[in-house]
């Protein structure tokens, strides 16, 4: 599900922000081999933070709830979201990354097979 930038100016820091933000349709394709690799490395670090915070926050409110699941309202929602958000972002990183190593194939294959004088 994608999330509007409205709804994740809400959840996420300045620099969170800017990350997503590159992951924009527009300035994901702007970025060279390494921008990307470096910035899905941080997206992946911060998705991995907030889903680990998730997680701890769940354990945590099991014991105050008494029930398994460690729900209670919406009590660590922002932490789910913001673990979303960073997933969608790394695909999209991830999928432009494949993007480039498939053209970066098909013309390898191309000077490799023209003839040679």
Do not use: C, W
Request: charged letters at 40%.
């Amino acid at each position: 599900m994608a999330h509007a930038r409205t709804e994740v100016k809400k959840l996420l820091t300045a620099q969170e922000l800017e990350l997503y933000d590159f992951g924009s349709s527009t300035e994901i394709n702007k970025l060279t081999k390494p921008q990307l690799r470096t910035k899905l490395e941080r997206s992946r670090k911060l998705r991995d933070k907030y889903r680990d915070l998730f997680r701890r926050q769940r354990l945590a409110l099991r014991s105050e709830v008494g029930s398994k699941s460690g729900t209670k309202g919406n009590a660590n929602d922002r932490t789910r979201q913001k673990e979303e958000i960073f997933a969608e972002v790394v695909a999209r990183f991830e999928s432009r990354i494949l993007h480039i190593e498939e053209q970066e194939d098909k013309e390898l294959q191309a000077v490799e097979s023209a003839p040679k004088a």
